[in-house]
């Protein structure tokens, strides 16, 4: 039986991509004034950004244990080997809560075969290992090579993204208010990276009119064989301009294939209303030069 390939909300994945490969979503929990919603299932996305855009923000809480014994064990009763890519250990507590559950249900299940890889990643960067782990389980390959293929990736994707405004870094308490005021009046955009599976900023520009461009120059220098790969785009809540990301990269860059969809509840819920990111790989072998079918999802 080929193994479940199994993600949390925190992964940014066209809902059509998760549907034909059959790959499991292990909610995240948005809480709104101590009541508790499960991402994607009693809540939608569309919901969280309409109340973003009121400017009512939620908590968001990591997946429950609960839910992982549950997704575990209906894998363990089918004799079925598991791989689950974790969002970054260093932003969330689900990759060691999963590994304290799985670590559980193996002791009720001996022969029960789960493998939990901390991505080091976030949104459209976790999409794309699942797409590849999705394919390569369709080509027959075994538990043991994706697993492989997983942890290269794990190590050579790139996350370069901006936000609309200071104002989610300070509400997450990487800037201070004064400094995230005095920015928001300067118009000042900060570009962000994901390094060793925390956020950092990388630039800072001033001006939307900059931002774009900025993030291109940042992928053609960190990128290798962008020509042969999926290009991630994530966006928050504004398709025009992952669109206008998207035409810049296939003229300035000549990439062809491109997988875009919303950044989702979680993700979104820090970063705020208006943030852009764009997903690609610094190194990229031959074994994975057929990484993913254009596909899109605005």
Do not use: W
Request: with cysteine; charged share 25%.
């Amino acid at each position: 039986m080929n193994p479940a390939i199994i993600v949390d909300s925190a992964c940014d994945l066209p809902e059509e991509i998760i549907e034909k490969y059959q790959i499991e979503v292990l909610p995240y929990r948005l809480l709104y004034d101590g009541k508790e919603h499960l991402a994607g299932q009693d809540i939608t996305l569309e919901e969280v950004y309409q109340r973003m855009a009121e400017g009512v923000y939620p908590r968001t809480a990591q997946v429950s244990p609960q839910t992982f014994s549950r997704a575990f064990k209906k894998f363990a009763d089918k004799h079925q080997d598991c791989l689950y890519l974790a969002f970054s250990a260093k932003m969330s507590a689900s990759y060691q809560s999963a590994r304290l559950t799985a670590q559980q249900i193996k002791e009720k299940y001996e022969n029960f075969n789960i493998e939990i890889i901390d991505t080091k990643s976030g949104s459209a960067a976790i999409g794309l290992m699942a797409l590849k782990a999705a394919e390569l389980r369709e080509e027959g390959k075994s538990l043991a090579d994706i697993i492989a293929v997983m942890e290269f990736m794990t190590e050579h994707i790139e996350h370069i993204f901006s936000l609309d405004s200071l104002t989610a870094l300070q509400r997450g308490g990487r800037l201070s208010k004064g400094r995230a005021f005095l920015g928001n009046i300067l118009n000042i955009k900060p570009i962000l990276h994901v390094s060793d599976g925390e956020i950092s900023l990388l630039e800072k520009v001033r001006g939307n009119r900059r931002v774009l461009p900025k993030m291109l120059e940042i992928m053609a220098d960190r990128g290798c064989n962008l020509k042969e790969q999926l290009i991630g785009i994530s966006h928050a809540d504004d398709p025009e301009r992952a669109r206008e990301l998207k035409g810049m990269i296939a003229d300035e860059l000549g990439c062809t294939r491109f997988m875009i969809n919303k950044i989702g509840s979680v993700l979104g819920a820090h970063l705020g209303i208006g943030g852009i990111g764009v997903f690609f790989f610094n190194q990229y072998p031959s074994e994975n030069k057929n990484t993913g079918k254009n596909s899109s999802n605005q």
